[in-house]
DNA sequence: AAATTTGTCTATTTACATTTC
DNA sequence: GGAAATGTAAATAGACAAATT
């Protein structure tokens, strides 16, 4: 029997477990589930600890722990030892980030799409392509792996500032999410703790969660990860690595300085953390810092994904990673795409060879340089990060406007925007801000247009 | 301290526990493993009881278990209440199905690869896409799913026999083993176990490998499921659902009765089960048996692959999933390739809706046809499962040769064929038999000549 | 058919590490 | 800066269930 009556202690929440044959762990983990999705238990919202709850439950501390660990392993509960357990800040944010129904005749700024122009070339090379006589093998598997194709992701990956040792570690995904999810099934396992910052690309988190990764948010300084939160988060929360999107971080668009990279290169080192590093926007660069998987080659998978830079339905990413997981990695992609399109990788390929794709990237760079031109002219006052060659900038609120109002009141002017909420990892609230993808809408008069819209409602908040 | 001294008492493993700060549990797991990868433990070696093994060490029993599931969860092991711990017997065996290095000049008779020459229409459809006005978004991303892909995914199913109610229950997948392993992380847990035959495709076995699902073999009666095994798996091993593959059931090429297609929807109905119907071959059939999904359409998920049976580089499938599957597996599927390719899904809608894809199914079984007829010819004399329109066929070996010797033996004459242990699932020891890819080499040449080799092999052993 | 062997699961004990005050 | 609060992980005890003999 619990000694105490709790009746006059307040407890933020008071189960009670149902008279079932079920066990007790995972009636109580159901029953938290229950009252977090309910909204019985709102985000942020701190837990009575372990020992308090199982003295008022009359069981042991262990069985609490392991009901909070099933609710922590799919992302609804942070805790820290001595500060306690909270409700995450996010669990009901969906991490699908797809854009709305187009009959809902929304102006799409929420999507991070690149412009749909830029693929004249790719038709002339998939014409060219298909006269061929040797054509025959393009609707085949593609598993003899050609090694024109790793040529082609070498030569890529080198103008990024990679040098490419040995081609045993380059591989190929369907893409940067596809590769992610691969290294979190063959490289990670279930509870692993995962360093990120404080705001980071949602299918980050949607991946995370799905193979049971911990996302530690790493505390910044300088708008970049501080060198002792680092060190903390090695030291308290055992995190096994790091992932990072240096160039044009995801959503704020932040670019990490040398001495940042170097920091991180080095504590990875000193503490043997698995860098993943996301150059997904890292074609975008004119005169790109160097990777730091070029920094720290032996602890570092550099994933590059050519949906964004290049051609989304191209569905490939290069990943270059150190021996010692190519294995490992390599069979993880094969049990979860057996292959690629050998369609889509000669079309890649010959792109890169061919050097038309700096072309492509060229046109790219012009099409957002004009519409990030348009936001900066219609959204002057306003602070709105991010450079010209960015697809998304990253927009700062009047004080008192959090990232989800501004999103709700937003989609009510008929406008699709992300508030910060739905970048936000662990329990802390986001600052209140908005990431506006300038290229999504099919063209720029629909851009004024939706800029006009968020001046509007901006102006109408200070 | 031990009460007994074990010198007297032969264990079949007498571990040493090294003096160090690790865990019991993970240093008595690392010894298990090192033990089973070195070979000092074979496969099929039964392992000491846990208790005994406990006393031996001077630990508790459940430290015992708790090494030994970490083990069982990588498929080393696989333990039965009452019998004991087993060493699995295919533990070195490769999921990796990958054709030899062309440069070995092996003839391929391994891999499950289809014709390669099919594919003039769809070079001509892929053509009229180029040529169309509104090809501007067949490099873009395919977030707005067009009815029309939809639409082509359920008139396939459809002549399949099933019918398609409601489009959200129908799904996109890069291809069939990225629809399985979408399965397997969305609706499943690590520890879950699967009921599969006793043989499988050795995909299957990676993916759950992966994803730390347990697969557990049901026992056969007259070539296919039995239903008291079926039983005796739900109340025992408390399995999740089943995978099965009941058109030419790979590698067996079995097609399972009507009998035991009601039999297995029975079951999942009466036990809940979550059926995963691979139909991967199933159009090859010209009168196709009704599929398990439409006898138990609310339990079954059925994959519908285009690789084998239309073109391998589309890396496309259609799932149809019952409702409340669906958005689990939407998130699954959207977490692991964000989206699929326009190009791809558009060359697919197309060759499906405009009937060219009849055609080519035709094409493919007449090519077939004239492989298999060679094969039967050649091999006379020699049991050799599977119909005239399968992609490979399942020799039986003669008694005293196992699959893993033949396959030895089919490699030292340059031939690539795979043995019967890379299908076998559990501890058992699979019947002595390999599978002959006839499809695989790219002439029937080059088949004939394989199949010659496999002959006089075949000779000398009898 | 009952007793025994054997694996599995839950809940607990205990030690420990970090944060807070 | 030390004591208290708080979460975590390992090892254990004991009940249970299936398979064997």
Redesign the interface.
């Known amino acids: 029997m619990p000694v105490n009556s709790f009746e006059n202690y307040p407890m933020s929440w008071k189960p009670v477990l149902p008279r079932s044959s079920r066990p007790l762990y995972t009636a109580l983990a159901e029953l938290l589930q229950r009252d977090i999705a309910s909204g019985a238990l709102l985000p942020g919202t701190k837990l009575p600890p372990q020992r308090e709850l199982a003295d008022f439950l009359d069981i042991n501390v262990s069985t609490v722990t392991r009901a909070f660990k099933i609710c922590s392993d799919k992302g609804l509960l942070s805790s820290v030892t001595g500060s306690g357990t909270f409700v995450s800040y996010d669990v009901n944010t969906s991490?699908?980030i797809?854009?709305e129904?187009?009959a809902a005749h929304h102006i799409e700024l929420g999507?991070m799409?690149p412009e749909?122009?830029p693929?004249a070339d790719?038709?002339t090379i998939?014409?060219k392509m298909?006269a061929e006589e040797e054509?025959?093998?393009?609707?085949?598997?593609?598993?003899?792996e050609e090694p024109r194709h790793k040529e082609a992701a070498a030569h890529l990956l080198n103008r990024l500032g990679l040098s490419v040792t040995d081609p045993r570690g380059l591989l190929f995904a369907?893409?940067?999410?596809?590769a992610t999810?691969a290294i979190f099934?063959?490289l990670f396992h279930?509870g692993d703790k995962l360093g990120v910052d404080p705001l980071v690309y949602p299918?980050i988190k949607?991946?995370a969660?799905?193979?049971?990764i911990h996302l530690v948010p790493i505390r910044q300084e300088n708008g970049e990860m501080g060198r002792s939160a680092l060190l903390a988060a090695c030291k308290n929360d055992g995190i096994k690595g790091l992932y990072i999107m240096p160039d044009y971080q995801n959503p704020t668009n932040h670019i990490m300085t040398l001495s940042c990279r170097r920091m991180i290169a080095e504590t990875a080192q000193e503490r043997d953390l698995l860098l993943i590093e996301d150059g997904i926007n890292s074609l975008f660069a004119a005169n790109p810092l160097p990777p730091v998987a070029s920094l720290a080659p032996e602890h570092c998978i550099f994933l590059l994904s050519l949906?964004k830079t290049v051609?989304?339905?191209?569905?490939l990413a290069y990943l270059q990673t150190p021996l010692r997981w190519a294995a490992a990695l390599e069979?993880?992609l094969?049990?979860?795409?057996?292959?690629?399109?050998?369609?889509?990788l000669e079309i890649a390929s010959r792109l890169t060879l061919s050097g038309r794709l700096e072309h492509l990237l060229a046109e790219r760079r012009r099409g957002a340089a004009l519409r990030n031109r348009l936001a900066d002219k219609i959204l002057s006052g306003y602070t709105l990060l991010g450079a010209p060659e960015c697809l998304s900038r990253w927009l700062l609120l009047p004080e008192g406007t959090s990232g989800q109002e501004f999103e709700a009141m937003s989609s009510e002017r008929g406008l699709s925007v992300y508030g910060s909420h739905r970048f936000a990892v662990g329990k802390e609230i986001p600052v209140p801000a908005a990431r506006i993808a300038v290229c999504a809408p099919e063209t720029t008069e629909e851009l004024e247009q939706g800029l006009h819209i968020l001046k509007d409602l901006l102006d109408s908040l200070s």
């Open positions: 991490t699908l797809i854009p129904n187009p999507s799409m749909t122009i693929q790719a038709i998939l014409l298909l054509c025959k093998n393009l609707f085949q598997y593609s598993y003899q369907n893409g940067g999410q596809n999810a099934a063959g279930s299918g949607g991946a969660k799905l193979f049971g949906s051609l989304p339905a191209l569905r069979q993880a094969y049990h979860i795409n057996l292959s690629q399109s050998s369609l889509l």
